[in-house]
C-alpha cells in the first residue's frame, strides 16, 4: 500500500511575519524620506474581552512595523449618534491614514450605519459598500483582511485555485460572502469552482466531502469533523473560540471551526488554530494601511 504523504501545516504566523517584514521596510524608506509614516487608528467600545486582546494585537502589529497607532476607547453605552461623530472626526483627521471599528458593536447600535459612515479611503477593514461593491467588480479596493489574508496564504503555499472546487461555509460580510467572491474571480488566485454552504444548506457533508478546498467560517467550534473532508483537501480554518481548560494558564484554549486533530489526518494542507489564518488577518490589516497612506488601492 502506497503510505500517505505527509500533510502541510500552514503556517500563518511565518508568512505573516514574512509580509510585516515587507511593510516594515517600507514604512522605514517612507520614514527616512521624513514623513511621518503611516497611522492606524482604532475604535474600540465596550469592554468585550476578545475584542481587547484583538485591538491590542493590532496595535501592537502597527509599532511592529514602525506605524503610529492609536486607539480610541468608549463605555458601551455611548450613543450610537456619538459614536458616528467619532468616526466623522477620524474621517477628517488627516494624520490618520487608515481606521478601524472593532466589532461587534453593542446592540443599541447599528452596525452596518456606522460601517456606511467611514470614508471608504480610510476604511482598512474593507466593511464599506464601496470597497465591498468595487472588490465585487473586480475594481480596485480595500480588501477585508481575513479573505486577503486566505488568498496570500494561497499564494504563499502555491496552492492553485483554478479549476478546483471551493468549499466554503458561512456567509458573513466579513469572510465568507467575499472569500466566495474573491476565488470565483477572473484571477490567478481565483477562477475556483466555489460553492457556499450556510445554515439552511441540505445535505452539507456531500458538498464539503467534494471540496478540493474547503474554507470554515461558520462560528461554531469544532464543526467540520473528519468525515466531512475528502483525502488530500486543503483545509482553511478560519474559526476562533474559546473552550473552557483548567489546564490551561488562561482559563481556556482557542480552537477554530474545525476538529484539527481528525481532520488534519486526511487533509493534504490545514491551518491551525491559533497561528493560521488569525496572524494573517493582522498582517493585511497592516498592508491595507500601508495602501491607504500610498493611495494606492488595488
Ligand atoms: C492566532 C475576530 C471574530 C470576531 C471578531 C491571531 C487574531 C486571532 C487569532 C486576531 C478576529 C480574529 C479579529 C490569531 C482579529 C482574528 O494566532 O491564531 C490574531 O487578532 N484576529 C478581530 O479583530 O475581530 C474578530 C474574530
Redo the contacts with the bound molecule.
Keep these: 500500500m502506497a503510505t500517505k504523504k505527509e500533510t502541510v501545516l500552514i503556517d ?2 511565518l508568512v505573516a511575519k514574512k509580509i510585516k517584514a515587507e511593510i516594515k521596510k517600507e514604512v522605514a524608506e517612507i520614514v527616512d524620506r521624513g514623513e511621518n509614516g503611516p497611522h492606524l487608528a482604532a475604535v474600540l467600545v465596550g469592554e468585550d474581552p ?2 481587547q ?3 491590542a ?2 496595535e501592537k502589529a502597527a509599532h511592529e512595523v514602525g506605524m503610529i497607532s492609536s486607539t480610541y476607547r468608549y463605555p458601551a453605552d455611548i450613543t450610537e449618534k456619538e459614536l458616528l461623530e467619532v468616526i466623522d472626526y477620524l474621517n477628517s483627521d488627516d494624520e490618520v491614514d487608515g481606521f ?1 471599528v ?3 458593536l453593542p446592540k443599541h447600535i447599528d452596525e452596518s450605519k456606522v460601517i456606511n459612515r467611514i470614508n471608504p479611503a480610510k476604511d482598512v477593514d474593507g466593511f464599506t459598500p464601496v470597497n465591498v461593491g468595487n472588490m465585487v467588480l473586480g475594481k480596485p479596493a480595500l480588501l477585508s ?2 479573505p486577503y489574508g486566505i488568498t496570500e496564504l494561497l499564494k504563499h503555499y502555491k496552492i492553485k485555485t483554478e479549476g478546483k472546487h471551493v468549499v466554503v461555509l458561512g456567509r458573513s460580510n ?1 469572510v465568507g460572502r467575499p472569500i466566495s467572491i474573491l476565488l470565483s474571480q477572473k484571477a490567478e488566485f481565483g477562477n475556483a469552482t466555489v460553492t457556499l454552504c450556510h445554515s439552511k444548506t441540505k445535505n452539507m457533508s456531500d458538498i464539503t466531502r467534494s471540496a478540493d478546498i474547503l474554507i470554515c467560517a461558520i ?1 461554531q467550534p469544532q464543526f467540520v469533523k473528519a468525515d466531512m473532508v475528502k483525502e488530500g483537501a486543503v483545509v482553511i480554518d478560519v474559526g ?1 473560540h474559546r473552550l473552557g481548560d483548567d489546564s490551561a494558564k488562561k482559563g481556556y484554549r ?1 480552537v477554530g471551526d474545525v476538529d484539527f486533530n481528525a481532520v488534519a489526518k486526511k487533509a493534504a494542507y490545514i491551518t ?8 494573517m ?2 498582517a493585511m490589516l497592516l498592508k491595507n494601511t500601508l495602501l491607504s497612506y500610498k493611495k494606492e488601492i488595488h
Design positions: 500563518g504566523r476578545a475584542s486582546t484583538y485591538v494585537s493590532k478601524i472593532q466589532l461587534p483582511a481575513t466579513i462560528g476562533i482557542l491551525p488554530v491559533p497561528g493560521g489564518v488569525g496572524p488577518t493582522i
